[in-house]
């Protein structure tokens, strides 16, 4: 009985993020609910209070159970609470060490006592200036890029790399291959730009290549979006062999790449990237945001030369020109080291974080990279993910469900726990409550 109770929870829980149930559709009694799938009223009234307590149904006394609406599903938005100083943040990743503070304040005096101070505040070229892309030129082709300012176009962040290359080379109902599971700014884009998302069936190590070759051969895919170096969420990093492949199936059918490389930083001689494999249809999108801080809005798009002006068109419709300030900033720390400096403290961190994790959650079946900022937590058969959030945030702890994550029906039940937003103390701290959280779940 208690595996049909979880199924009929799946069930609703299923119908009311497809669509299926919408938001305010009244459901059956509770007396209706355990006939017609023969349950006893007292589990029908359970499957009801479950699905209140994840926060898909509300119940009116004397009027019935209704849809809520989930237009924003948890952990996809940024929530109030996730922002409160009392909040053990396993959200949203913002790494940062001690001194950066301190590198920022100096960096703000140097800028103000260079001669140059008054070219900051004019308009600059759509895709920056040559003199800052040949300073992050030199700094790509220390992870594998080997570019000329040429190549390269200055954003405002990679979220926003992302933005003008779905604008610029991408049009409404083109059809996209991605992972299952993805990072949810891109999924956020196709909904935004009317793109058709393709989810490729994943494992532990990659895509199914095999897999992504069929959904070619039955559909007109004009691109692909892929994270080959520390995949968010799942950490994995393709391997030589694993990224040939891939530029060969997106020769076979002519697919655009657009290769994610926010975390790719992490990862200590990785192989090429991607549009090292194909670089002819390649466009590499890297930013600033987890080697520096999130609040340094400052990212870099490298492209094939037959791409560029659609790009820049896009640029311009969206922010005009780089944010001069911040590239300033960027370039002084590439040029004195402080950025190889701040990711090699970071690789550390990370490690030292996934340690802690390891340390704390034993040797189950979690997913994740020693190098990575995150985890990802299947959960047991029997435990709810909405459960777990929920119980979880009367704690005062965020996390997210794989909802934001999944580009297919078929939602697991999982959750991603970001590992680098709080103290080593304050993620020991949470850390352990999820894992009793989870416990408690597995035992009711």
């Not at 929530?79 to 409160?84: F, I, K, P, W």
Request: aromatic share 6%; glycine share 6%; charged share 20%.
């Amino acid at each position: 009985m208690r595996v049909r109770y979880k199924a009929v929870v799946d069930e609703y829980a299923a119908a009311i993020r497809n669509g299926s149930l919408p938001a305010g559709a009244r459901l059956p009694t509770h007396r209706a609910l355990s006939v017609d799938k023969g349950i006893s009223l007292a589990t029908a009234t359970r499957v009801y209070a479950e699905l209140e307590a994840i926060g898909l149904v509300r119940g009116e006394t004397g009027r019935g159970t209704f849809v809520r609406d989930i237009s924003l599903p948890a952990g996809q938005g940024i929530d109030q609470l996730a922002l409160a100083a009392d909040v053990l943040d396993l959200n949203f990743n913002y790494p940062s060490l001690p001194d950066q503070k301190e590198q920022l304040r100096d960096s703000m005096r140097q800028l103000a006592a260079t001669g140059d101070l008054e070219s900051l505040l004019r308009y600059h070229p759509h895709a920056g200036r040559k003199t800052d892309r040949d300073i992050i030129a030199t700094w790509l082709a220390t992870a594998g890029i080997a570019a000329s300012a040429d190549d390269l176009l200055i954003v405002n962040g990679a979220q926003h790399g992302l933005t003008v290359a779905v604008m610029g080379l991408l049009k409404p109902g083109d059809v996209v291959a991605v992972d299952a599971l993805t990072y949810p700014g891109f999924k956020a884009l196709a909904t935004l730009y009317h793109l058709e998302l393709v989810p490729i069936p994943t494992g532990v190590s990659g895509p199914d290549l095999t897999a992504l070759r069929q959904i070619c051969q039955s559909r007109r895919v004009r691109a692909i979006y892929t994270m080959p170096t520390l995949h968010n969420p799942l950490g994995w990093v393709l391997s030589h062999a694993q990224r040939s492949e891939l530029a060969r199936i997106t020769r076979e059918f002519d697919l655009l790449v657009i290769e994610d490389a926010a975390y790719a930083f992490l990862v200590s001689r990785p192989p090429p990237p991607l549009a090292c494999y194909a670089p002819e249809r390649t466009v590499y999108v890297t930013g600033f945001a987890k080697n520096i801080a999130t609040g340094l809005r400052v990212g870099v798009v490298v492209s094939p030369a037959g791409m560029r002006q659609p790009l820049e068109r896009a640029i311009r419709a969206t922010t005009w020109n780089t944010p001069a300030l911040m590239v300033a900033m960027v370039c002084g720390w590439i040029k004195d080291g402080t950025i190889r400096k701040l990711e090699s403290m970071k690789r550390r961190d990370a490690r030292q974080r996934q340690a802690i994790a390891r340390e704390i959650m034993g040797d189950g079946q979690w997913i994740s990279h020693a190098s990575a900022y995150f985890i990802w937590l299947p959960l047991p058969a029997e435990v709810r993910a909405e459960r777990i959030l929920h119980r979880l945030m009367d704690q005062q702890i965020s996390v997210s469900t794989a909802e934001p994550f999944s580009t297919s029906s078929n939602v697991p039940h999982a959750i991603r726990l970001a590992l680098g937003s709080v103290s080593l103390d304050r993620l020991r701290l949470a850390l352990t409550a999820v894992k009793e959280t989870i416990n408690y779940e597995k035992d009711i």
